[in-house]
């Protein structure tokens, strides 16, 4: 346990579908992160929110829409999705974005699947 | 652009050592982690590295060569439970995490 909990861990959906992940930090962390990984690729940042600010999109599609309520939960809502976002979607958080050895803790994901 | 390059896949047998490399070229640098990711599982911290040299922990040993764009992982005494990604993240100046596509890490008996 990371202190980190994402819900749902798996996910199909399909292309005209809406649906919405949910990240949880228990941690106190102030900068919570989403990521895409895919099969044999590196890790992509798709979002970045310090003190609930977005501060880092990297030109994400807009089919993806992130939420931050306050600095503990995060959310990922997803429409007309394609095939290609098939991919395991995890969320992370650290004390703050840079100082230091800020290390990020990461949720366990949720292994989405787009039909 | 931005780059992390580690090996795809490595063997090793159990109690032995094994060392995974991982070159980077980026635009700055704010330090260079490394992550453990067991297969269907989160990743999970293993060290980090902003000053030249070797940080020891436990069986685990990282160093890195600012001058050479370069760090290793160093395992020492393996386990089985040692089969999984090995993950090279290196801060960029924006504070990005760059992420290297991972190294799988198979440990034999």
């Known amino acids: 346990e990371t202190g980190v909990t994402q819900t749902p861990r798996h996910l199909v959906m399909g292309m005209t579908n809406k649906k919405s992940l949910k990240c949880e930090q228990h941690?106190?962390?102030?900068?919570m992160y989403w990521y895409k990984q895919s099969a044999k690729k590196p890790l992509e940042l798709m979002f970045v929110?310090?003190?609930?600010?977005?501060?880092e999109n990297n030109s994400v599609p807009s089919r993806f829409s992130p939420e931050c309520p306050n600095s503990s939960h995060l959310f990922l809502h997803l429409h007309t999705l394609q095939p290609e976002d098939s991919a395991l979607y995890l969320c992370?958080?650290?004390?703050?974005?840079?100082?230091?050895?800020?290390?990020?803790?990461f949720g366990p994901g949720t292994r989405l699947t787009v039909t | 652009g931005q780059n992390i390059d580690q090996p795809t896949e490595m063997t090793a047998t159990e109690g032995a050592i094994v060392q995974i490399n991982c070159t980077y070229q980026?635009?700055?640098?704010?330090?260079l982690f490394w992550y453990q990711q067991h297969a269907g599982e989160a990743p999970t911290f293993l060290s980090y590295?902003?000053l030249d040299g070797l940080e020891e922990k436990g069986r685990f040993s990282s160093f890195l060569s600012r001058s050479k764009g370069y760090s290793y992982l160093l395992l020492k005494e393996l386990q089985m439970k040692d089969s999984a990604s090995y993950l090279c993240?290196?801060?960029?100046?924006?504070?990005?995490?760059?992420w290297g596509a991972g190294t799988k890490l198979i440990i034999k008996p």
């Open positions: 993240a290196v801060r960029d100046s924006n504070y990005q995490l760059i």
């Open positions: 590295n902003v």
């Open positions: 992370a958080s650290s004390q703050d974005v840079g100082t230091g050895g800020s290390e990020q803790y």
């Open positions: 941690l106190g962390h102030n900068a």
């Open positions: 929110y310090n003190f609930k600010e977005q501060t």
């Open positions: 980026t635009s700055g640098f704010n330090g």
